[in-house]
């Protein structure tokens, strides 16, 4: 089940409907301007399907690292996402750093968890890809 959304908020939080968000990346309408708007966009393929959104995980990903990503990674979306927190986005040039917590539980009844990632980003022909990050996985959410 992906995580709950309504009229008026995407899956990644913000007060803007999925349509006029994230939904426009991740169906190649439109590119990410900013780390901020990437991170919002790649948790939202995780949170409706890290299998289903493979491709659009694929192609924002550096091809530095994209190739220690396996399809079985991609494909292992049973997590329960259950938003996201922007701590921290910024940008300078072609290179950006995000700060963030995803929160999931890994089955309906279970505990709320928390990845919390200091991610790098670099610009490319226009594009911003997710390079890599440093993460801090499921510790329990207060
Ligand atoms: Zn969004």
Not at 52 to 76: I, K
Not at 103 to 113: A, H, I, K, S, V
Request: hydrophobic share 35%; proline share 4%.
């Amino acid at each position: 089940m992906p995580a709950t959304t309504d009229a008026k908020h995407c899956y990644c939080g913000n007060d803007k409907p999925f349509a006029q968000c994230c939904e426009p990346f991740l169906t190649f309408k439109d590119k990410p301007r900013s780390v901020r708007q990437l991170v919002r966009a790649r948790y939202c393929a995780y949170a409706l399907g890290a299998g289903h959104h493979r491709e659009f995980l694929l192609r924002t990903w550096h091809p530095g690292t994209v190739r220690e990503v396996s399809v079985a990674d991609l494909t292992n979306d049973t997590l329960l996402w259950q938003g996201l927190e922007i701590l921290r986005a910024e940008q300078r040039d072609d290179r950006g750093v995000a700060e963030f917590k995803a929160f999931y539980r890994q089955d309906e009844n279970g505990p709320l968890l928390v990845h919390h990632e200091r991610a790098m980003f670099h610009r490319i022909k226009g594009l911003w890809l997710y390079v890599e990050g440093q993460v801090r996985e499921g510790t329990q959410a207060e």
